[in-house]
């Protein structure tokens, strides 16, 4: 799983709601984890490590040839 800054993290959870969210950091080497995502619902920025049920969808900034649009973890 790759991201860079402006893509969206979406975490279907098993119990509760979805969170989603958008990339603002990258702390990982090349695109890795961890991102740091600022949560749409409280506008809080956390530090995060995407676990199973993590999706990242590319931002508004286009297709990047490195990886597919749509990567799930």
Do not use: C, L, N
């Not at 969210?21 to 991102?35: I, L, M, S, T, W």
């Not at 286009?62 to 973890?73: H, I, L, V, Y």
């Amino acid at each position: 799983m790759s991201a860079v800054p402006g893509d969206r993290v979406t975490v279907h959870a098993r119990h509760g709601p979805d969170r989603d969210g958008e990339v603002v950091a990258v702390r990982g080497p090349d695109g890795q984890p961890p991102y740091v995502v600022r949560w749409s619902a409280s506008g809080e920025e956390t530090v995060f490590f995407p676990g199973p049920g993590t999706v990242i969808q590319q931002g508004a900034g286009g297709s990047r040839p490195d990886r597919p649009a749509t990567a799930a973890g």
